[in-house]
């Protein structure tokens, strides 16, 4: 089991900046990646960015160059450092751990923070 608490989202103007936590617990021991995704109105959730537990990261090429994926193995976080941000970044931001091993893996997800990007 694992629980991810993310914090951070709010109201900013185009070309400002925000930056996302996600703070796991549990069995986070057995976590192969983390991630963000978000999930626009009316869009299906997609992937903005991931990290692996070797620290390799991955992003979606509309937030490549201003988008940061990172994360901070003492205090269990993963943080989304959002740069230049444009109103097609308005969305709601989820957290997500891909965990286990072989059959046993799984997602979890966090429950949501909502990121606006409007003047």
């Known amino acids: 089991q694992v629980q991810l608490v993310e914090s951070g989202g709010g109201l900013v103007q185009p070309g400002g900046s925000l930056r996302l936590s996600c703070a796991a617990s549990g069995s986070i021991f057995l976590t192969n990646a983390m991630g963000w995704y978000r999930q626009a109105p009316g869009k299906e959730r997609e992937l903005v960015a991931t990290?692996?537990?070797?620290?390799?990261?991955n992003y979606a090429d509309s937030v490549k160059g201003r988008f940061t994926i990172s994360r901070d193995n003492a205090k269990n976080t993963v943080y989304l450092q959002m740069n230049s941000l444009k109103p097609d970044d308005t969305a709601v931001y989820y957290c997500n751990a891909d965990w286990g091993p072989g059959l046993l893996r799984r997602d979890y997800w966090g429950q949501g923070t909502q990121v606006t990007v409007s003047s």
């Open positions: 990290i692996t537990s070797g620290g390799r990261t």
